[in-house]
């Protein structure tokens, strides 16, 4: 059996793959170091490009099965991938604890005003009159409502509940779970934005969930309201959200993932107010990356083994 391995985790691989198994290695622009043409197994590089990924397909025809270190696959949902009978599966779970983290601490920058006082100390600023000039607030009791209540939102609402927050999210399909207050459907979460304090964005990105936040539903934000998306650029309406920002609609938004990425320097939504922009960076950790070649490694003994691969996803309807 013959596999094509990413460049970036072929290193964290090399010593556990299968003595049996020949491994052919993919760069980052789709060449090889050797010929992938009967291969049968890929395992992509993370937030792969479009066309990288059918230059690969296009040269690898005997490929089965495709494994993304990511959890959104929208960037892999090309004609050209669509047109193979091919088995996706994505990361999905292996991202949750760093991201969950990193929405913490963006709330927790929020509501304690970290980056402000952080200012005062590179000014030598002791302000004895703080109490005028900046207010620093709690998280016991704030709002937060959890667009996507999967792994990653489930995993953001244990460490929101652990501060004493109250906690609501929305899914497709609605049941109840221990860390959150309550979950509605798809449709109803438009109904509770007037009531949260921050709305967190852990949706995959499909033909539904695009531009999800639009200008309609910004207007139904209360003013005080804070967004977050560590998910996918797409489900934002980047212009309505630059106007929402600029006239006060809400009250700022943390963004680490983009319509466009990287962030073009001329975009104005880099010097929008109260807008902190992150470089799609919340689900880094050392850890993850473990997490990610011990997930494909035991995928991989099922696919050998001719056993069911684990989070297979629905490419028809994105995740």
Known sequence: ?????????????????????????????????????????????G???????????????????????????????????????????????????????????????RVKRLRQLHSFQAQHQWDEHWQNSIFLQELSEAT????????????IAQRASGFGMRVWGSRKNPAPHPHFEK????????????????VVLALPLTPETQHIINADVLKLFQPSAYLINIARGGLVDETA???????????????????TEPLPPDNPLWSAPNLFVTPH??????????????????????????????NVVDRQAGY
């Open 241 to 259: 959200l630059l106007k929402a920002l600029q006239q006060g609609w809400i009250s700022g938004a943390a963004i680490d993932a983009f319509a």
């Open 1 to 45: 059996m013959k596999a094509l391995i990413s460049i970036e985790f072929l290193p964290f691989l090399e010593l556990r793959l299968p003595n049996d198994l020949e491994v052919v290695q993919v760069d980052r622009e789709g060449s090889f170091d050797g010929d992938p043409s009967d291969a049968e197994v890929y395992f992509s590089a």
């Open 183 to 198: 979950v509605v459907g798809a449709n109803q979460w438009q109904e509770l934005l007037p009531e949260a304090d921050f």
């Open 47 to 109: 937030l792969l490009k479009p066309v990288i990924l059918d230059r690969v397909l296009n040269a690898a025809p005997a490929v089965r099965w495709q494994h993304t270190p990511s959890s959104g696959v929208n960037h892999l949902l090309t004609p050209t991938a669509l047109a193979r009978d091919l088995i996706l599966t994505n990361s999905a779970g292996v991202h949750a604890i760093p991201i969950a983290e990193f929405v913490l601490a963006l709330i927790l920058d």
């Open 144 to 155: 937060v409502l959890i667009l996507g209540a999967g792994g990653i939102g489930q995993a």
């Open 281 to 310: 960076i919340s689900w880094s950790s050392p850890r993850s990356r473990r997490r990610v070649v011990d997930f494909f490694l035991a995928n991989l003994e099922r696919y050998r083994q001719g056993q069911p691969l684990r």
